[in-house]
């Protein structure tokens, strides 16, 4: 059987220098590709496209992994901006949200990864905290520290015992979008994963960066999903 082809989302930079090029490039870091694949998926970048594709772009992938970036702009769940938020992705924002909308009612299986996480619980009506302390130590450098899963959670079936993470993040999940449910916390109470509790569906959101670990436990549960929902016959 071919291995399941997921699609991870990528953004644009307006300037990237390779080689003697200095041009727009969309990307992604390399680390997301490599944890498909370790975890025996196949993976497609997706570059961002207008929304109304987005569902076509779905039909075409049996996962979908949100990765890791900016800020999601306050006015998708109705707030003031704070002064540490970051400037708005618009063209990202309008993208993901599509498609994370798209994959939620085609029951596509959904990875949400740091930003994508948070994506996923707005593209779900939920809203964050704009800036927490703590969970970054450096710029441009992760930090990690250890999170809890939630007993009786999918993430607390994939990963049992608390586990030291990556983690680069300003912002944290204040309201819960619909459906969804807290899977792990930090151990200052920060919402760390999310989830919609339903064993025909998988839909996770992690608020670290399992793209810069070992562990494959969660990808791996991604790509099994995945495989088992490509082995259904079309109608």
Known sequence: M??????????VEESTRYGVWDLPASLVPT????L????GGAAVLLPPDE??????????VDGLVVAGGPDVDPVHYGAARDPRTGAPATVRDQWELALIDA???ADVPVLG??????????ALGGTLIQHIDGHVDTPG?????????VPGTRYADLVPEEAQVPTYHH??????GRGLVVSARALDGTVEAIEIPDPARWVLGVQWHPERDTDTRVMASLIEAATARSAVPVA
């Open 141 to 149: 450098v992760m930090s990690s520290h250890p999170v809890r899963p």
């Open 103 to 105: 994959a939620l009612e």
């Open 113 to 122: 990864i740091c930003r994508g996480m948070q994506a996923l619980n707005v």
């Open 31 to 34: 680390g997301y590709h490599e």
């Open 171 to 176: 912002q944290a999940v204040e309201r819960l």
């Open 2 to 11: 071919p291995r399941p082809l997921i699609g991870i989302t990528t953004y």
């Open 36 to 39: 498909v694949q370790a975890a």
């Open 51 to 60: 929304p109304g594709a987005a569902a076509e772009v779905l039909s075409r």
